[in-house]
């Protein structure tokens, strides 16, 4: 399995935005190959459907 290193205040964003009360929409981008949805999917393992 693959961890993620570096990217600890991108993930603290993505939990704050994950618990928060509100519905809110979160845009990521960047350069193509960065990680982006390696990112979003370690993140939000546990909790997608």
């Known amino acids: ?3 993620i290193v570096g990217r ?4 603290e964003e993505l ?6 009360d509100r ?3 979160v ?5 193509r190959r960065i990680g982006k949805t390696f990112l979003i999917k370690q993140a939000l393992k546990e909790r997608l459907a």
């Open 1 to 3: 399995m693959s961890k």
């Open 8 to 11: 600890k205040k991108e993930i």
């Open 15 to 20: 939990n704050r935005h994950y618990y928060s």
């Open 23 to 25: 519905s809110e929409f």
């Open 27 to 31: 845009a990521i981008y960047g350069r």
